[in-house]
């Protein structure tokens, strides 16, 4: 079992930055056989995927957050990290953290970004 916590979200300006925290409760031996995701949802909408840092840490992307948004993982901490610059309107959502592996997943509960002037 994997407890997931995410925080760093808040309200900034669209071309602005935020950084996002996931922090996983558990063993540091779990946590690093996980791949690790960062999900967003606006109200309405579908959630859909954002950024993925696997155990290799291989790393993939949304195209719409490609050169802006930046995954990274310290396995030492239990810790995911998602760097967002230059941010616009549309990346206005709830993003969840998420850990999978052959056989589980765990979401967190969220965390509010909102883009606006």
């Known amino acids: 079992q994997v407890h997931l916590a995410e925080s760093g979200g808040g309200l900034v300006q669209p071309g602005g930055s935020l950084r996002l925290f996931c922090a996983a409760s558990?063993?540091?031996?779990?946590?690093?056989?996980?791949?690790m995701d960062w999900y967003r949802q606006d109200p309405g909408k579908q959630r859909e995927f954002v950024a993925r840092?696997?155990?290799?840490?291989?790393?993939n992307y949304i195209d719409s957050v490609k050169g802006r948004f930046t995954i990274s993982r310290d396995n030492a901490m239990n810790m995911v990290y998602l760097e967002m610059n230059n941010l616009k309107p549309e990346d206005t959502a709830v993003y969840y953290c998420?850990?999978?592996?052959?056989?589980?997943?765990?979401w967190g509960q969220g965390t509010q970004v909102t883009v606006s002037s």
């Open positions: 558990g063993s540091r031996s779990r946590f690093s056989r996980y791949d």
């Open positions: 840092i696997t155990t290799s840490l291989t790393t």
């Open positions: 998420r850990a999978s592996d052959f056989e589980s997943e765990y």
